[in-house]
């Protein structure tokens, strides 16, 4: 299969939220914590990483979530979809919700994380898989290295 080129569009369930990213991901990810888990009212959140300057969205959003952690997470005012998330207020990448994505059949899971907290049943067939985390921005960095080259 080929991966899709950017532009890529995207919109919330109800259609209010639209999403327009201009550039390729950083990385995709599927996330087993139990606060994923809630947060998609599912077994795990799958997650695009793009740079935050690629990335725009038209429509009214609201904060939900914990609010803690520096995380904060974006939803669709009218629908509540959970959208995206940032993570630290000053980061240079947000991190879609890879459902919202028109092409998102193509953004297949490369690193699963939080394997630890994981439904035993939920088997995402990913390249890398983590207990927990990435230990270092150097070891995400490396993430993103073999990500652009796969
Ligand atoms: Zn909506
Ligand atoms: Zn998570």
New binding site residues.
């Given amino acids: 299969m080929t991966f899709p080129e950017p532009p890529y569009t995207g919109a919330c369930l109800c259609g209010a939220v639209q999403i327009r990213v201009a550039v390729s991901p950083l990385l995709t990810m599927a ?7 809630k ?1 998609s009212a599912s077994a ?2 799958l997650t695009t990483m793009f740079p935050r300057g690629g990335f725009s969205c038209t429509g009214d959003l609201v904060r939900g979530g914990l609010g803690s952690g520096g995380r904060v997470h974006f939803f669709c005012k009218s629908c509540l979809n959970f959208v995206y998330s940032q993570i630290g207020g000053t980061s240079e990448r947000i991190n879609l919700r890879t459902s919202m994505l028109e092409q998102a059949a193509s953004f297949e899971p490369f690193v699963e ?2 394997t630890d ?1 994981k439904m035993p049943w939920a088997h995402v067939p990913t390249i890398h898989s983590y207990p927990r985390f990435p230990e270092s921005q150097e070891e995400l960095q490396s993430l993103m290295d073999s990500y652009s080259t796969r």
Avoid: A, G, K, N
């Avoid at 996330?31 to 888990?37: S, T």
């Fill in positions: 996330c087993h914590c139990r606060d994923c888990q947060l795990y959140t994380v939080m907290e």
